[in-house]
């Protein structure tokens, strides 16, 4: 198993099932200290064991194959576990926070709250809503947004065709969605207090409408050539014929489904592209699948909750974790991955490494190496240098060693992410002529995040003001933010510490911060400066800064961001008229190597932690079928 991240720690936790009897030896091996990939997460001890991540991480209610994982997983590990059940590792985000700038370059800043379906995970009703229920679950959820106006007037009514709807608008009726166009008709006429339902209206009347009309949905579901068909296009260039409003496709709403998957060509915000099939296709699994709760967050850091006890899952299970392990090349021969050279990154001081802390009652990744665990020599030259052991594979310009076919392996799972591959592959894309167009075709956009922890509630603006509330389409540089106080008790924060509130902002990172890692962390701790600085408050969030002590009159220096510019850490894209160059991971074209990962063909098809798990078990079941072959 190559690569650490949540792909390739699916596919070790299937081949481990005890329901294989023991069949499979499975041997991960990752970059660095820990597990997780882009999804790790690690506590800084230095800072009282505050959690850091790689970015904001939110599941969604529709993630059946991750969440069924976590089931399994905590099952696994046992004690070890964060929470009796991964169920209660989770919980629901009941709203989302859209922003909307008024006229002009620098018009004010207006915050729309949108009730999202909520309900504890253990609690999630049998079976999603089906597709002749759509337009009436819009209509009602419509009407619930409508209720939770905090300009609302108590004695106005909706519209007429917006409660015909809820009461009975189906999708194979033509009336069904144009009753949701009428009603986006008539709350567009009410002033600009309604323009987000309005615009809201239209464009689920318009992506209903266009979805029926192109014969990629109907009343009985799906049809798998109408949405190939659709990836051809930009999702916004495939819905604007049925848009009754040209300011729809700006919408804060639709802003928002841009800037989840970051979907903008080489970080430009002026080049939104995101494949059309693969777009309606995730929407409706996030508004219709969800089963109770469309959104989650996780009570604790990704680290703790999700590769914590995976971790311990697969070593009670067999499969040995070797880290520090940096792939330098996969070698093939004869249609079969033959060799794969790999450097040593840090040899360890002696026996094995144990890489976790206990943090509290939880089980936790440390933010950096456990230098007394590795050889003394090592630890001193990569401290020396500051050697970032997830982005240099080979700090120390150690020699690669060579594992071979028939000696070291029999097949290889593939789960390093995309934007690494090419300088790790060329062997195999020179072999294969789908799996080069597959890499020649793969996008990726570089991230940025930021956390900043108060010491109060941070005031109205692109922060999370209200807790537990997430919040997208705000201005560059971090369009998507939220609230994240529930982690402030699960970290360290000494006695008198003030810290009361944890915001996280995301967003791409333009090309002028892209150069190099340097280059990049400074232009990211230039954007949170002027993030901070752009705040309707900016003195009062200023003031509500932590220092190290976790009381007021911390700086920026106090609080931490990161630029994921690096190969391994850009974030998987899925632009139009790429999807049909992705491999399914079964079709690798060699005998016997699998793929992982969330940039492999899978039913998602974007980037995100269902994505990656899924292809991890598609990897494990073609491995399953290699060793039947």
Not at 442 to 463: R, Y
Not at 483 to 488: K, P
Not at 512 to 535: E, L, M, T, Y
Request: hydrophobic share 45%; net charge negative; glycine share 12%.
């Amino acid at each position: 198993m190559l690569g650490g991240g949540a792909a390739g720690l699916a596919a070790a936790f299937e081949l481990s099932d005890p329901a294989h009897g023991g069949r499979f030896e499975v041997t991960v091996h990752s970059l660095g200290w820990r597990l997780g990939g882009k999804g790790a997460s690690g506590r800084n001890a230095a800072r009282h064991d505050r959690i850091e991540e790689h970015g904001l991480h939110l599941w969604f209610g529709f993630y059946e194959q991750a969440l069924d994982l976590m089931r399994r997983a905590y099952a696994a590990a046992g004690p070890d576990a964060p929470a009796p059940t991964a169920a209660q590792a989770f919980a629901p985000v009941a709203r989302l926070g859209l922003w909307e700038r008024g006229e002009g370059a620098d018009g004010p800043w207006s915050r729309w709250q949108l009730p999202l379906p909520h309900r504890p995970l253990e609690d999630r009703p049998a079976e999603p809503i089906a597709p002749g229920d759509y337009v009436e679950a819009i209509a009602r959820w419509l009407l619930a947004v409508w209720d939770a106006r905090e300009d609302r007037i108590s004695d106005e009514l909706p519209p007429p065709a917006l409660v015909a709807a809820a009461e009975g608008g189906r999708l194979t009726d033509r009336d069904g969605v144009g009753l949701l166009a009428e009603a986006a008709r008539d709350l567009a006429g009410r002033g600009t207090g309604r323009r987000l339902l309005a615009q809201l209206a239209d464009f689920w009347a318009g992506v209903l409408g266009r979805a029926r009309e192109t014969g990629v949905l109907d009343g009985g579901g799906w049809d798998a050539e109408a949405l190939a068909a659709a990836d051809e296009e930009d999702f916004r260039t495939w819905l604007a014929p049925r848009l009754q409003f040209d300011h729809t496709l700006q919408a804060p709403f639709l802003r928002s489904l841009y800037d989840l998957i970051f979907a903008y060509e080489d970080g430009d915000r002026a080049r939104p592209r995101a494949a059309a099939g693969m777009a309606v296709r995730n929407l409706f699994r996030i508004a219709f699948e969800h089963r109770g709760s469309l959104m989650l967050r996780m009570r604790g850091g990704m680290g703790d909750v999700v590769f914590a006890p995976l971790y311990h899952a697969l070593r009670r299970r067999g499969v040995a974790v070797e880290l520090f392990r940096a792939v330098t090349g996969v070698r093939q021969r004869d249609g079969r991955v033959d060799a794969v050279e790999m450097v040593e990154q840090a040899r360890l001081a002696g026996g094995g490494y144990a890489p976790l802390l206990h943090v509290g009652t939880t089980w936790a990744w440390p933010g950096e190496p456990l230098w007394e665990q590795l050889a003394p020599a090592d630890a001193a030259a990569l401290r020396e240098r500051g050697a970032d052991l997830e982005r240099e594979p080979n700090p120390l310009g150690r020699p690669a060693r060579r594992l071979e076919r028939g000696r070291d392996f029999d097949a290889v799972v593939l789960a390093i992410p995309v934007g690494a591959l090419p300088p790790l592959c060329s062997d195999l894309a020179a072999a294969h002529a789908p799996f080069a167009r597959m890499l020649e075709h793969a996008a990726t956009v570089p991230t940025q995040a930021a956390q900043l922890w108060l010491c109060g509630q941070a005031p109205q603006g692109g922060l999370a003001a209200q807790p537990g509330s997430v919040s997208g389409a705000y201005d560059a540089p971090f369009d998507t933010c939220a609230d994240f106080a529930h982690l402030v008790g699960l970290e360290r924060w000494p006695e008198g510490s003030e810290v009361a509130q944890i915001a996280y902002a995301v967003g791409v990172l333009p090309a002028a911060g892209q150069a190099d890692q340097a280059g990049a962390d400074a232009a990211v701790a230039r954007n949170v400066a002027a993030f901070v600085d752009r705040h309707p408050a900016r003195d009062e969030l200023r003031g509500l800064l932590a220092d190290r002590a976790g009381r007021p009159g911390g700086t920026l220096a106090d609080q931490y961001w990161r630029a994921n510019v690096a190969p391994g850490e850009r974030y998987a894209l899925s632009p139009p008229g790429s999807m049909r160059h992705r491999l399914a991971p079964g079709e690798s074209g060699f005998a016997n190597l699998a793929l992982a990962g969330d940039w492999t063909r899978t039913p998602v098809n974007a980037g995100c932690v269902e994505a990656a798990v899924a292809s991890g078990r598609m990897a494990a079941a073609a491995v399953v079928a290699m060793e039947a072959a």
